[in-house]
């Protein structure tokens, strides 16, 4: 996904308890490991979907999906609640609960796509934890 300065512009303050820099670094470190991923013809890293999905759904973005009949613009949809609705607080609480309940519940012990949700919504919701990728300095001084 191609993100601009429109998109980080965008971001609601009141769906992050991090900095919105902090968070806009994440976001942009996920996007771009993913496309690199998908270009080298890797399989899917679901825990980095995961991450990209959040990220998405809290910055409230608009994303490209790919449809039978072609493409189509649409709000991202919440990571495991599935709600089209934009994020807001309580929306971003209820979702963490159903992310914990998901991982609790799954107990594979190899992280997946709940995993990356849930680390993603326990830093930037809960600020409990690490970020849930780690950011190299290139992308950091790009969004700094």
Request: hydrophobic content about 40%; some cysteine; overall charge negative.
């Amino acid at each position: 996904m191609e993100l601009t300065a429109r998109d980080f512009e965008r971001i609601p303050r009141h769906n992050l308890r991090v900095p919105v820099r902090e968070f806009a670094r994440v976001w942009l470190a996920a996007e771009r490991r993913g496309d690199a991923e998908e270009a080298a013809g890797l399989p899917e890293d679901s825990y980095l979907t995961g991450v990209q999905t959040t990220c998405r759904w809290l910055a409230n973005a608009i994303v490209t999906v790919h449809r039978p009949n072609g493409p189509v613009r649409q709000w991202a949809h919440a990571p495991l609640t599935d709600t089209s609705e934009n994020a807001y607080e309580e929306l971003v609480e209820l979702e963490t609960q159903a992310a914990e309940l998901a991982v609790a519940r799954s107990g594979s012990g190899q992280p997946g796509f709940e995993d990356g949700a849930l680390a993603t919504l326990a830093w930037a919701w809960r600020r409990s934890g690490v970020p849930p990728i780690e950011v190299d300095q290139t992308s950091a001084k790009q969004t700094g």
